[in-house]
């Protein structure tokens, strides 16, 4: 063998060998949604064994679950967008993981609002309890002032 031949072999095997470990790290990097869309499935059974149990979330307990998932799922597309072409990613799932996503946002905006409305309430509880109210029946501030009784004879 020349010494032309040689070069040009180990050429052409740096350059196979340099295109597999790509092909093999872009295969790695194809994976890598994977690791979301486990972490949005226990999300989600988290949410669904909680509606289903007999003991309930607190209204913040729910905004911090969903936040959480619209986290997760802000990350996922942001994934499918910049690996889309690349990882070969159908549109049918990017366009259904972001309709997911879209649905969750409205669903979180609702619960945290919510968890906002019982939180002012129960601080405004806390307040007008320890400003002296709140020993009336229902919760009101009771009746005040004085009754006098009747003058002469019953």
Known sequence: MSFKTIAALAVL??????????AQGAAAEC????????????L????NSAS???KKMTPAEACALFGKLQANGTAGIKWITANKEWCSIPDSFA???????????GIKTKICGIAAQASKMEAQAKAQAQNG???????GPG???????PQGAL
Request: without cysteine; charged residues 20%; positive net charge.
């Open 13 to 22: 095997g740096t350059a196979l060998a340099s295109s597999q470990a790509f």
């Open 31 to 42: 994976g890598a949604i994977q690791q979301t869309l486990q972490a949005r499935k226990d």
């Open 44 to 47: 989600v059974a988290k949410a």
């Open 52 to 54: 289903n149990s007999k």
């Open 95 to 105: 366009e259904g993981f972001k309709a997911d996503h879209n649905k969750v946002s």
């Open 133 to 139: 109210g709140g020993g009336g029946l229902l919760g």
């Open 143 to 149: 009746l005040t002032g004085s009754l006098k009784m």
